[in-house]
């Protein structure tokens, strides 16, 4: 793990915050996911339960979501890099969601918006502790 050499302690709080609530994003992304893949090889249907003939755009959020989450596990590792890969992927699903799922049909839709957000949080939460860390140990440097 790459520690940075010298950051102040709001800096610290707001990076085991991103962690912790990374590590819950992942962790409920991999039960996910790790579901339908062994219902996947165990059936020969990832999900007996789908609609037959949906379009391949609706597979697009939660795959996003995936790719957001093992995102954050890189943020444990490197902060700029998996912040930005979580926040990349929210904001990539975001115009699926809006033309797909437009809240304006049904306040029901809501949730898909509720669960990007909870999703890119961390990632801002990462790229903002990468970027404090940096300055600091730019005028650091500098001293």
């Known amino acids: ?7 102040d302690r709001a800096t610290q709080w707001l ?13 409920v992304a991999l039960l996910v996911f790790g579901g339908y893949a062994v219902e996947w090889l165990q059936t020969g249907v990832a999900d007996p339960y789908a609609a037959e003939e949906y379009p391949f755009t609706e597979n697009l959020p939660p ?21 930005a890969i979580a926040l990349f992927f929210q904001l990539a ?19 898909p918006y509720l ?3 909870i999703v890119a949080v961390p990632g ?10 940096r300055k600091r140990t730019a005028s650091a440097k500098e001293a």
């Open 1 to 7: 793990m790459a520690k940075p050499t010298s950051t």
């Open 15 to 27: 990076r085991w915050i991103a962690r912790i609530w990374g590590t819950m994003v992942l962790g």
């Open 93 to 111: 699903a975001l115009p699926l969601l809006v033309i797909h799922w437009p809240i304006t049909e049904n306040p029901g839709y809501i949730v």
């Open 124 to 133: 801002i939460l990462f790229l903002v502790c990468w970027q404090r860390s």
């Open 115 to 117: 669960m990007s957000l």
């Open 63 to 83: 795959l996003f979501i995936l790719f957001s989450a093992i995102g954050l596990g890189v943020a444990w590792r490197w902060e700029g890099w998996g912040g």
